[in-house]
């Protein structure tokens, strides 16, 4: 429940050394003012599809695909299309089709027994209904992802065959909905990106039209509802603030951001990279070329030299420019939608039942390991 | 105050546009779009927000003494 002690003096010096899942060795970045300027720098590639690149898993080859070119300015082209689909006015679209899951979703929370695990009654059912929304994934194939999308995400925690089975079946399940959609387009976000493959060859190879529809829904789904449920978790073991924001709602944004800086879901092994030439940090430590190297979000969120009194959570920050969604040209496609979702999801929980409250002790709450997502894996609350 | 944006570098995280509705919008491509070049003084410190939140730093503030705004945490 609390902020990782280890994060604490991390700053001291601009990089560590660190040994990851894999057994490989990377340079771990921990200053905001390197982790920021390093997110933006072409210096450092996001291809870590090579011979003597780190490799996070032994049994996962996440995020390295040699099909793919995640540099600019092949990179830049691509996610242009995407994010079109993104701009505010079109989340503002989607926010009440969120509020009118959620509260489908907490009204049935409502009517079953207590007490309810969180994740499982809502957490995880609405951002997968708003990203298979947003996609145009029929309802009926929302209930595969649940197993696949584990083993897609999986570091240490399922041996290599399970891997390969999730990640085979993830893969052939996309690849025919891309069939079924190009025979039959809808008005989705996937119809849309398979027009622009066929229509104009090379804006879009196949290989990178799989590749974005996989990346949207992982990372439209399961980072979204970790953070739900943990966010939760964290705002119901600290009554002051559940206090706080029911005296004054328009506090839900802000408090949003800050369970972001403080409570980060996703693993800062998604940020490996691969540097291609050497690069100095603000101490004068090089990171020389060909080091594999992680830029620390949550070390980054936590640096005093930007953030006062970086441990405590206050939920009224008004300069809160955390590292979370990262920076620079691979910020977050969906922050927005991300955003959006939580918003809605924080103040309807906390409308919708105004005595939720955990049911073990907050520090008793089981966290997920071996995973890319770090959340808790149970949330149970009574109301 | 004068506000400009870098078209180029624009990401489109709408962080500006939810910050500041008033003197940020987007194109259809999400790209942001200055609508207002000198916003009132009541704006001043949400837009400056803007400018330092921006995860490309893509937005230019010019305050009337001639300084500029490009982001707190500008540390290069």
Known sequence: ?383 | MRVAANRETCVVSSLCVYRAPTVFAQDDMGQVLVVDEQPDVELHEVVRRAARGCPTKSIKVTEADGSTVASAFDFD
């Open chain 1, 1 to 383: 429940m609390r902020v990782p002690e280890a994060l604490r003096g991390l700053h001291t010096s601009s990089a560590v050394e660190v040994k990851l899942p894999s057994g490989d060795k990377a340079l771990l970045v921990t200053r905001y003012r390197d982790v920021r300027s390093l997110f933006a720098d072409h210096r450092l590639s996001r291809n870590i599809a090579r011979p003597d690149a780190a490799r996070i898993s032994a049994d996962n080859d996440l995020f390295t695909n040699p099909n793919i070119d995640p540099d600019p300015p092949k990179h830049t082209q691509v996610r242009s299309l995407v994010t079109r689909a993104f701009t505010a006015r079109r989340i503002e679209g989607l926010r009440p089709v969120a509020q009118e899951i959620t509260d489908e979703l907490l009204d049935a929370m409502a009517a079953g027994p207590q007490p309810s695990e969180l994740n499982e009654a809502f957490a995880f059912p609405l951002p997968i209904r708003v990203i298979c929304k947003l996609l145009g994934i029929p309802p009926e194939d929302r209930s595969h992802f649940r197993v696949s999308v584990d083993g897609f995400l999986s570091v240490s925690k399922l041996p290599p065959d399970e891997v390969a089975k999730a990640r085979g079946d993830l893969f052939r399940y996309l690849a025919e909905l891309i069939e079924a959609k190009r025979r039959d387009p809808g008005d989705d976000l996937v119809s849309a990106l398979i027009k622009v493959r066929d229509e104009d060859d090379h804006r879009l190879n196949d290989h990178e039209l799989h590749f974005w529809v996989t990346g949207l829904l992982i990372a439209g789904y399961v980072t979204t509802a970790s953070q739900i449920g943990t966010g939760t978790a964290v705002l119901l073991h600290h009554p002051e603030l559940v206090k706080e924001i029911r005296a004054d709602w328009s506090l839900v944004p802000s408090a949003v951001e800050e369970l972001l800086r403080t409570q980060i879901m996703g693993s800062s092994v998604g940020t490996l990279r691969y540097a291609i030439e050497d690069i100095p940090l603000s101490d004068g430590l090089v990171i020389a070329k060909g080091t594999s190297v992680l830029l620390s979000e949550e070390a980054a969120n936590m640096d005093p030299e930007v953030f006062d009194r970086p441990f405590e959570i206050d939920i009224r920050r008004t300069e809160n420019h955390h590292m979370t969604f990262g920076a620079g040209l691979h910020y977050c496609v969906g922050a927005a939608l991300a955003r959006m979702e939580l918003q809605v999801a924080t103040e309807t929980l906390l409308r919708r039942f105004p005595n939720l409250r955990l049911a073990v002790p907050g520090d008793q709450l089981p966290r997920a390991l071996g995973g890319f997502m770090e959340g808790f894996t149970e949330v149970p609350v009574e109301w």
